[in-house]
């Protein structure tokens, strides 16, 4: 049979609600968001690494995930950091709250060691997010040469301060972010109904 590649849908629908979604602990942060279930995988040890530049950047971490299979040893350092008010993590958030987390985060991140495709990435890039991240599997084709992609910790270090003290390079990314065309939930349903449609057109010629 044939293969057909249909593109993932990245919108999410805005619901009429008359108050922000996001979070009161969050509306006066410049913060990171990362998105994605707390595992090895993710590498989320290296944002934890990072703290003290942030810090120095004057930017705070916002990860949605729930929790993993990561060490007992990397919990306790997140739940440390999480007192501090340098890392927020947030668990079992909505469609509304994450369209609220993208629209005001300061850039989203993702350091993963490997992805097979990175949905959040698109879903940053289609709210105009600045976008960084790792060149772990598909990241960088996720990215559709708008992010800014690292293979390294020290070229992340280098973004992550690019970005929140060169205002002409953070908005230049912006700018490139906003112009990005993203597939929708819809019309990746469409194509998905168009290949069924004929293929089974196809099985009643035979």
Not at 72 to 92: A, I, Y
Not at 177 to 189: G, P
Request: aromatic share 8%; proline share 2%; charged share 25%.
């Amino acid at each position: 049979p044939t293969t057909s590649v249909i593109d993932m849908g990245a919108d999410i629908i805005k619901t009429k609600k008359t108050h922000s979604a996001l979070p009161e602990s969050l509306a006066n942060e410049k913060f990171i968001l990362m998105v994605g279930t707390i595992e090895p995988r993710k590498n989320y040890q290296t944002i934890l690494n990072n703290v003290n530049l942030l810090k120095e950047l004057d930017l705070s971490v916002v990860i949605v995930g729930k929790r993993g299979w990561e060490s007992d040893s990397f919990f306790k350092r997140l739940e440390e950091e999480e007192s501090l008010g340098s890392v927020f993590w947030l668990q079992n958030v909505d469609d509304q709250t994450l369209l609220s987390l993208y629209e005001k985060c300061f850039l989203y991140l993702t350091t993963s060691h490997y992805e097979g495709y990175g949905l959040p990435v698109i879903e940053a890039l289609q709210h105009g997010c600045c976008v960084i991240s790792s060149n772990g599997g598909a990241l960088p084709e996720a990215g559709k040469g708008v992010s800014l992609v690292y293979k390294s910790e020290n070229e992340l270090r280098n973004l992550l301060t690019q970005c929140a003290t060169d205002n002409d390079h953070y908005n230049n990314v912006i700018s490139k972010s906003k112009n990005i065309n993203v597939t929708s939930w819809k019309k990746s349903a469409s194509q998905l109904n168009s290949i069924i449609s004929e293929f089974f057109d196809q099985e009643e010629i035979k």
